[in-house]
């Protein structure tokens, strides 16, 4: 049973930082695609960023130049380093852990509870 736990969200002003991480138990972590979305009040999910096994990665274009999404297998840990923040990446983010990077794409993975980020003005 694949287990993700997110972690490092909390309250930070604009234009400050957060990393996030995502560590999974209970699956071959390094064989597994890693997917970071995030959902606003009254929004739907978006895909933030993807990272495949092999370490390719993925941006929204809301996240490119000042996200970077990595993973450490050795950890089984994946992170999402977030700068510059604005007030509008409000939002519980979630990470997602699926073999195929298509299905984490999709939004078909494994999912887990999701970690609060809010960015003051």
């Known amino acids: 049973q694949v287990h993700l736990v997110e972690s490092g969200g909390g309250l930070v002003q604009a234009g400050g930082s957060l990393r996030l991480s995502c560590a999974a138990t209970?699956?071959?972590?390094?064989?597994?695609?890693i997917g970071w979305y995030r959902q606003a009040p009254g929004k739907q999910r978006e895909l933030v960023a993807a990272?495949?096994?092999?370490?390719?990665?993925h941006y929204a274009d809301a996240a490119t130049g000042r996200f970077t999404i990595s993973r450490d297998n050795a950890k089984n840990t994946a992170y999402l380093q977030m700068n510059n923040l604005k007030p509008e990446d409000t939002a519980v983010y979630y990470c997602?852990?699926?073999?195929?990077?298509?299905?984490?794409?999709?939004?078909?993975?494994?999912w887990g509870e999701g970690t609060q980020v809010t960015v003051s003005s």
């Open positions: 997602t852990a699926d073999p195929s990077l298509g299905r984490v794409v999709q939004g078909l993975g494994i």
């Open positions: 990272i495949n096994s092999y370490g390719g990665t």
């Open positions: 209970g699956t071959t972590f390094h064989h597994n695609a």
